[in-house]
């Protein structure tokens, strides 16, 4: 690993305004993994129209079933991720107590053992990025890094997730970009 070289996981990443008619447009994307391998995230804010239940073809809880599914990303949207909270999880992989996970038969077991500390949230597909794609990207201000925090991932209106986010930035930029229209020719 290069010695700049700087991990983010644990971080949300905004759409810097710089990624308008991509998948990411306005997006927040919790990256779960990144190394010098590359990276791997969730996008937290593009729900789908379906329940867990209505895509996943597995003996699931009736409380994950009905549960919304979110679109993790573009790359191998059959794929199955999902994050799971705790109070107390001394291996969180993410960040402190919130693991990323993949395993239908584990999903089932946390479902069959949810309490009301548990959240579950899944995912179909992710986002990725090959050796130093993600570095360049970050250099080329297409990202805004926002730490993570479990409100963030389960509690946010994922509509207004990026809005809210950049609302709270300090800085008039940040607002700025918050209320921009789309199209700037709206303005």
Same mark, same amino acid.
């Given at each position: ?7 983010? %996981? ?15 447009? !306005? ?7 990144? @190394?010098?391998? *590359? ?10 129209? $379906?329940?867990? &239940? ?7 809880? @009736?409380?994950? +079933? ?6 993790? &990303?573009?790359? =191998? ?8 909270? =705790? ?23 946390? *479902? ?6 548990? %959240?579950?949230?899944?995912?179909? *597909? ?5 050796? &130093? =794609?993600?570095?360049?990207?970050? +250099? ?5 890094? !926002? ?7 389960? @509690?946010?209106?994922? +509509? %207004?997730?990026? !809005?809210?986010?950049? %609302? =709270? +930035?300090?800085?008039? $930029? ?7 229209? @789309? ?5």
């Amino acid at each position: 690993m290069p010695p700049s070289f700087t991990s983010l %996981r644990g971080q949300l990443l905004l759409d810097g305004g710089n990624l308008t008619g991509s998948y990411f447009h !306005h997006t927040v994307v919790l990256i779960c993994q990144h @190394d010098a391998e *590359g990276a791997f995230g969730l996008v937290l804010n593009r729900a789908a129209p $379906n329940r867990v &239940g209505e895509v996943l073809v597995a003996n699931l809880p @009736d409380t994950l +079933k009905q549960q919304t599914l979110f679109l993790g &990303g573009p790359v =191998q949207p059959s794929a199955l991720s999902y994050l799971y909270s =705790q109070p107390f999880l001394p291996d969180a992989n993410v960040i402190p107590n919130l693991n990323l996970g993949h395993s239908v038969d584990e999903l089932i077991a946390l *479902g069959e053992s949810l309490t009301q500390e548990q %959240r579950v949230r899944v995912f179909a *597909g992710y986002a990725g990025w090959s050796p &130093g =794609q993600l570095e360049n990207e970050m +250099k080329n201000h297409a990202w805004l890094a !926002h730490p993570a925090t479990l409100d963030l991932v389960f @509690d946010a209106d994922p +509509k %207004r997730l990026w !809005h809210d986010i950049l %609302r =709270q +930035k300090p800085g008039w $930029n940040y607002r700025l970009l918050a209320e921009a229209p @789309d199209d700037l020719s709206w303005n």
